[in-house]
């Protein structure tokens, strides 16, 4: 009874209290009901401004091993902007993402290789990238690991036409090979890849990338580690006929 009667007695005083006195009472009593309420509103707002703004994507790749030159720049490139445009794309409501976010040291082990690695199988697993553009060094492993279209599956006879000297193939022997090593767990084998502007000396070749040594708006906007640019498709991409039409585009520059 003694807790219920201080309890009348403060609650009495409160009515005669100052405004002051009122909101201490209240923010003593009820600060963290408070404090949680504003939390949880503000997650709210804020997943409903994310939501209502959010983009969808046009198109995604990785530039593996690359850096944007203009690193103080918030904007994307003119190409970008211009490419969309010819392509009928709203950047208003869609994305054109070039992550360059991703670099791997093939065969070593350092933090950011490990970490891009582990990114990229993440990326390609969700289906979330249409395509990777990156130098010949980098590109060859990936390349030789089913992961990429063969292009005739994908472009039309003039398209073949016109892409077909800018080619990158490998030897789908190699490849088969590489996958039964792979599945034997036969660590001691070491594939010899063909010279992949050479498809004359390959026992089965697949054209798998397209060649984008030389586009200016790649070169003057971008760094990449090796020499050559080549792009990929991703066997899974969702907007793989895009792709084609940027590798149209920039060598059409």
Same mark, same amino acid.
């Given at each position: 009874?003694?807790?219920?009667?201080?309890?009348?007695?403060?609650?009495?005083?409160?009515?005669?209290?100052?405004?002051?006195?009122?909101?201490?009472?209240?923010?003593?009593?009820?600060?963290?009901?408070?404090?949680?309420?504003?939390?949880?509103?503000?997650?709210?707002? @804020?997943?409903?401004?994310?939501?209502?703004?959010?983009? &969808?994507?046009?198109?995604?790749?990785?530039?593996?091993?690359?850096?944007?030159?203009?690193?103080?720049?918030?904007?994307?490139?003119?190409?970008?902007?211009?490419?969309?445009?010819?392509?009928?794309?709203?950047?208003?409501?869609?994305?054109?993402?070039? &992550?360059?976010?991703?670099?791997?040291?093939?065969?070593?082990?350092?933090?950011?290789?490990?970490?891009?690695?582990?990114?990229?199988?993440?990326?390609?697993?969700? /289906?979330?990238?249409?395509?990777?553009?990156? &130098?010949?060094? @980098?590109?060859?492993?990936?390349? /030789?690991? @089913?992961?990429?279209?063969?292009?005739?599956?994908?472009?039309?006879?003039?398209?073949?036409?016109?892409?077909?000297?800018?080619?990158?193939?490998?030897?789908?022997?190699?490849?088969?090979?590489?996958?039964?090593? /792979? &599945?034997?767990?036969?660590?001691?084998?070491?594939?010899?890849?063909?010279?992949?502007?050479?498809?004359?000396?390959?026992?089965?070749?697949?054209?798998?990338?397209?060649?984008?040594?030389?586009?200016?708006?790649?070169?003057?906007?971008?760094?990449?580690?090796?020499?050559?640019?080549?792009?990929?498709?991703?066997? /899974?991409?969702?907007?793989?006929?895009?792709?084609?039409?940027?590798?149209?585009?920039?060598? @059409?520059?």
């Amino acid at each position: 009874m003694a807790v219920m009667d201080e309890f009348k007695k403060e609650r009495e005083a409160l009515k005669n209290g100052t405004p002051k006195q009122k909101l201490a009472y209240f923010w003593y009593y009820y600060k963290w009901h408070v404090i949680i309420s504003v939390i949880v509103i503000g997650m709210i707002v @804020s997943f409903i401004y994310q939501y209502a703004n959010r983009k &969808d994507t046009a198109f995604n790749a990785v530039l593996l091993n690359a850096s944007l030159l203009d690193q103080m720049s918030s904007e994307q490139p003119d190409f970008i902007t211009d490419f969309a445009e010819k392509e009928g794309i709203d950047l208003n409501t869609n994305d054109i993402t070039f &992550d360059t976010s991703i670099r791997i040291v093939e065969d070593s082990m350092d933090e950011t290789s490990v970490t891009s690695t582990q990114k990229l199988m993440v990326y390609v697993a969700a /289906n979330e990238l249409d395509s990777m553009i990156t &130098d010949f060094d @980098s590109f060859q492993k990936y390349a /030789n690991s @089913s992961l990429f279209y063969d292009l005739r599956d994908i472009l039309t006879e003039e398209q073949i036409q016109t892409l077909e000297p800018y080619f990158y193939y490998v030897d789908r022997e190699v490849v088969l090979a590489i996958e039964a090593a /792979n &599945d034997d767990l036969n660590t001691d084998y070491t594939p010899e890849y063909p010279d992949p502007l050479h498809p004359e000396e390959m026992q089965d070749p697949v054209p798998v990338g397209i060649r984008l040594t030389g586009c200016k708006d790649l070169t003057d906007n971008y760094y990449f580690r090796g020499d050559g640019i080549v792009m990929g498709i991703y066997a /899974n991409a969702k907007h793989a006929d895009t792709a084609v039409d940027l590798a149209e585009y920039l060598l @059409s520059k």
